[in-house]
């Protein structure tokens, strides 16, 4: 720590707690500490402390609002004043507000994103550009998160808590990498506490006392001079030495073969077609039949499907194969045979009388397949999910003016869905509402001007469906906003829109859609969170970060949503799609006049296409009551991300 002596600091919600601790800690080791908070008084008396016993450090008592960026920036600019600039950032300052996501309170999820999200980002900011204006190549920005940043604990007061520490996350790690892109060796580390005993239950449970102080005795807690331990020791790591991530109560982790299974059979990107493959495998293996499957195979250059049918009796083989389809959109396992060649052996008699299983028989493929196994004679059992239980139902789909949105709406309308479709800009709801009547389409879409940034829209458009269609059966969160706003440099306004927009909108909706299940006894709703790949891995492109922020909480929110809805003892289910890149106009609206840009990102690779999404939300839509289908990731073949 001897480098860091005479250098400067800077740690946000210092008053108390691990805040506290860590300012004292680093004024210990000789270095001049800004603390800020709202409770200055708190900072003061610790300042005094410090001064009693001659710590060879200085800390300087710092009152500021993180929830107003005007205070944020004062501050930065008084430190260069006074300082000439941050050496070394902490952002400690968090909060953790009891508002649930069936029923919490707009406000208090707003004001944990201000603090545990924006005024973090803003700090980061503010302090590289100190760093970089008098050519720091060694500080170093440490976030303090939690493991709640990892993990979501089943405790409904925490789970929006927990989706603004995923946040964190992710921001951690888009600041990782956009300090590699600057070619600069500032460093950039998370550090996840699990329960350390400080105030923050108190101030959770205010109302509760006693069951914050049972919190704390419930285990042997973290104190908060561990994690002002851990800061230390990330500090005191050679200049050449990046320390990552770093989690004081975190236990070893066994690694699970099953789970490395479990990926690749999803390969199939059907849930549940490697259980019926299996047991057709043995119903076939009692009755010496080989095996029956579906595997992806090469036909001039395109891709089609071919059922095969292996008589191990006689070593014999019949190939049926089905129309060609596009290459992008996910491909089988190949297949085991023995005995001749597959494409010598084409005695079709050898079929007749036997029984064939075909799963997704009502349309398309399934169907054509069904048809040409019947015209040789085979009995066929087909199957094929229950669309017709969402007949007649009523849908909200935001952000339905374009792309993905306008799919979603257009397939649940052919399944004769009645459709709240909602944007700010509703002709081209209007315009496709029209053209599904002229379709003949079963049922409805109904365009809904709303603004999901302003609360009372949100509010008033659900008044509305009460009134006009009783309430809403299923609700799916598909608006959301990308802007190339860089950690490093982008601007808090931007930063704002996307929260308000991809996260604080998103949970209106889903409060308000359930609350509009609860009150009419609908159990067997959906809610359906049309999240991003970004939302589980943080790709290496600057303008994208605080977007992956943002679908890092969406992953959590869901998580939380479906523990929520256990604990009511409801049939509603929650489910997260994950798409990866679709050909939309998201890219164009990213990157606004650079369309170059744009164009470039969509030709690199055959990209799925919005209606993949939308026959994802149909599957979704119409598994049996029962289950619960809780994450689909769908990418395209040829990418690598």
């Known amino acids: 720590m001897d480098r860091w002596k005479g250098r400067v600091a800077v740690v946000t919600g210092a008053s108390v707690g691990i805040g506290a601790a860590i300012a004292k800690s680093l004024v210990q080791h000789g270095m001049k500490v800004v603390g800020c908070a709202r409770n200055v008084e708190q900072i003061e008396k610790l300042a005094a402390e410090c001064v009693r016993s001659e710590f060879s450090g200085t800390l300087f008592p710092y009152k500021c609002d993180l929830t107003v960026e005007d205070d944020m920036l004062s501050m930065f600019s008084w430190i260069k004043g006074q300082h000439q600039g941050v050496d070394v950032c902490i952002n400690n300052a968090g909060l953790a507000l009891p508002e649930l996501l069936l029923s919490g309170k707009t406000s208090g999820w707003k004001t944990m994103m201000d603090v545990n999200v924006i005024a973090l980002s803003v700090c980061t900011r503010e302090a590289y550009q100190s760093m970089k204006e008098r050519n720091i190549d060694d500080g170093h920005i440490i976030n303090i998160n939690s493991m709640s940043g990892h993990r979501v604990v089943n405790n409904a007061v925490t789970h929006f808590y927990t989706a603004s520490k995923f946040a964190v996350t992710a921001l951690t790690e888009g600041l990782r990498q956009e300090l590699r892109e600057a070619k600069t060796h500032i460093r950039a580390t998370c550090i996840s506490p699990g329960l350390v005993e400080t105030e923050f239950a108190y101030r959770l449970f205010s109302e509760e006392q006693e069951k914050a102080a049972a919190t704390y005795k419930s285990i042997k807690c973290l104190q908060a001079d561990d994690i002002a331990d851990a800061v230390v020791y990330v500090l005191s790591a050679p200049p050449h030495v990046q320390r990552t991530t770093y989690c004081p109560c975190s236990p070893g982790s066994k690694f699970d073969i099953k789970v490395l299974m479990c990926a690749l059979i999803m390969l199939v990107n059907v849930i ?45 083989m019949l190939i049926y194969t089905s129309i060609p389809l596009p290459n992008h959109c996910g491909r089988y396992v190949g297949f085991e045979a023995r005995g001749q060649n597959p494409h010598t052996c084409h005695s079709k008699s050898r079929m007749i009388k036997r029984v064939a299983l075909v799963t997704g028989a009502s349309v398309g493929i399934g169907a054509a397949i069904t048809k040409s196994l019947v015209q040789h004679g085979i009995k066929v059992v087909s199957c094929a999910r229950n669309v017709k239980q969402i007949e007649g139902r009523v849908a909200l789909v935001t952000g339905a003016s374009v792309g993905i949105g306008a799919a979603i709406a257009k397939s649940l309308v052919q399944h004769g869905m009645k459709v709240v479709g909602c944007a700010r800009n509703v002709k081209p709801i209007e315009t496709l509402a029209a053209e599904y009547v002229s379709s003949g389409f079963s049922g409805t879409l109904i365009p809904y001007k709303c603004d999901l940034t302003v609360e009372e829209e949100i509010l008033s458009m659900f008044t509305w469906i009460k009134g006009q269609h009783k309430g809403v059966d299923v609700c799916i969160n598909n608006a959301g906003l990308a802007l190339p706003e860089p950690l490093l440099s982008g601007k808090t306004s931007g930063w704002k829109n996307m929260m308000d927009l991809n996260v604080l909108a998103l949970s209106v909706c889903t409060r308000e859609a359930y609350q509009s299940m609860k009150e009419r006894k609908v159990d067997d709703g959906q809610i359906i969170n049309i999240n991003s790949i970004c939302g589980h891995r943080v790709i290496n492109h600057p303008d994208a970060h605080f977007y992956a922020g943002s679908k890092y909480a969406v992953t959590a929110l869901t998580e939380g949503l479906r523990q929520e809805l256990r604990e009511a003892k409801t049939h509603i289910r929650a489910t997260c799609i994950s798409p990866g890149l679709v050909k939309t106009d998201f890219a164009y609206r990213l990157y606004g006049e650079k369309t170059e840009i744009a164009d470039a990102v969509y030709k690199r690779i055959k990209c799925l296409q919005a209606d993949d999404i939308a026959n994802s939300v149909v599957y979704v839509l119409s598994a049996p009551p029962h289950v619960q289908i809780g994450d689909i990731e769908i990418t395209p073949v040829e990418d690598s991300l």
């Open 272 to 316: 549940g077609l490697s259980v019926r493959t299996c047991e057709a495998y043995r119903s076939m293996k009692e009755r010496n039949i080989f095996i029956l499957l579906l595997c992806h195979a090469p036909n001039n250059s395109m891709s089609c499907y071919v059922l095969l049918c292996v008589d191990n009796a006689s070593s014999t």
